[in-house]
């Protein structure tokens, strides 16, 4: 069983960061590979980002690269988000996820944390 805690959200004005934080409670985070989605009300949960078990490989769409950064320790078992110049359209619930090593789909997801931002 995986448990995520997301962590790091809050209210931020325009052009502004934060670093959203996600603990995994688990034995073998390196197995994992993460990724961070969000959704903001009335619309579908959409991707964001992901970083392979060794953190060698990093995906993200268009509209955030060069703005977000994500990032794992794995000796600490936490993924990372950084998010630079944000957006009032970045103004979301951000869950984290995990994906086994070998399996299909993300069978793993926090809580959720809020992120704000004001323009």
């Known amino acids: 069983q995986v448990q995520l805690v997301e962590s790091g959200g809050g209210l931020v004005q325009a052009g502004g960061s934060l670093r959203l934080s996600c603990a995994a409670s688990?034995?073998?985070?390196?197995?994992?590979?993460m990724g961070w989605f969000r959704q903001a009300p009335g619309k579908e949960r959409e991707f964001v980002a992901a970083?392979?078990?060794?953190?060698?490989?990093?995906y993200s769409t268009d509209s955030m690269k060069g703005r977000f950064t994500i990032s794992r320790d794995n000796a600490k078992n936490t993924m990372y988000l950084q998010m630079n110049s944000l957006k009032p359209e970045d103004t979301a619930v951000y869950y984290c996820?995990?994906?086994?090593?070998?399996?299909?789909?993300?069978?793993?997801w926090g809580q959720g944390t809020q992120v704000t931002v004001s323009s």
């Open positions: 688990v034995r073998t985070f390196s197995s994992y590979t």
């Open positions: 996820a995990a994906n086994y090593r070998g399996t299909s789909g993300y069978g793993y």
């Open positions: 970083i392979t078990w060794s953190g060698s490989s990093t």
